[in-house]
T-cell receptor, first 113, second 112 residues
Framework: DTGVSQNPRHKITKRGQNVTFRCDPI?????LYWYRQTLGQGPEFLTY????????KSRLLSDRFSAERPKGSFSTLEIQRTEQGDSAMYLC???????????FGSGTRLTVV | QQPVQSPQAVILREGEDAVINCSSS?????VHWYRQKHGEAPVFLMI?????EQKGHEKISASFNEKKQQSSLYLTASQLSYSGTYFC?????????????FGQGTTLQVKP
């Protein structure tokens, strides 16, 4: 069990550029979540995958955000035409069942300048 | 809706006890508790399920009042390592996604 791995750890990008983050969950975990966290706040739900199927997406998520989980393994989160308001920590979490809690990755910190 | 945590912050001396509360306006299926240290990932502490089942670390205790839609986390004989921000995450059970809505966090500082 190597935990949940996220890359890159930090990303600085210019406004208007596209960015992509990667999450490698614990191998036997079929559930994968993306959350966004800003300073002083709790994580905010973005989207959920069960295996390769994206089953829920936050209504707060604009169409500039897209996520994939091909073959039910790693997942990517892409933000197109980044805005300064997208600056945040993007967290990935994985789990087997909701009854056992989730394992979070260390996150990718995005700064849009 | 986001659950409300109280207090927002607490400072303790080693060995003292603390209680962190989490209150929701919606009927809940489960409540999760996580601790996050600065710059690190949230770490799972405990889950409390509707019906009374609990899973978590041995040294952590918590309660879940389903009728009041409230949960409390009990930290006893605090250690320096308990410092961090504690988040409750609630699941209302309306879908089977396990999506959590997190509170705004409670910052705990334990001093020697």
């Amino acid at each position: 069990d190597t935990g949940v791995s996220q890359n890159p750890r930090h990303k600085i990008t210019k406004r208007g550029q596209n960015v992509t983050f990667r999450c490698d969950p614990i191998s036997e975990h079929n559930r994968l979540y993306w959350y966004r966290q800003t300073l002083g706040q709790g994580p905010e739900f973005l989207t959920y995958f069960q295996n390769e199927a994206q089953l829920e997406k936050s209504r707060l998520l604009s169409d500039r955000f897209s996520a994939e989980r091909p073959k039910g393994s790693f997942s990517t989160l892409e933000i197109q035409r980044t805005e300064q308001g997208d600056s945040a920590m993007y967290l990935c979490a994985s789990g087997v069942m909701t009854n056992y809690g989730y394992t979070f990755g260390s996150g990718t910190r995005l700064t849009v300048v | 809706q986001q659950p409300v945590q109280s207090p927002q912050a607490v400072i303790l001396r080693e060995g003292e006890d603390a209680v962190i509360n989490c209150s929701s306006s919606k009927a809940l299926y489960s409540v999760h508790w996580y601790r996050q240290k600065h710059g690190e990932a949230p770490v799972f502490l405990m889950i409390l399920l509707k019906g009374g089942e609990q899973k978590g670390h041995e040294k952590i205790s918590a309660s879940f009042n389903e009728k009041k839609q409230q949960s409390s986390l009990y930290l006893t004989a605090s250690q320096l390592s308990y410092s961090g921000t504690y988040f409750c995450g609630t699941e209302d059970g309306s879908s089977n996604t396990g999506k959590l809505i997190f509170g705004q966090g409670t910052t705990l500082q334990v001093k020697p």
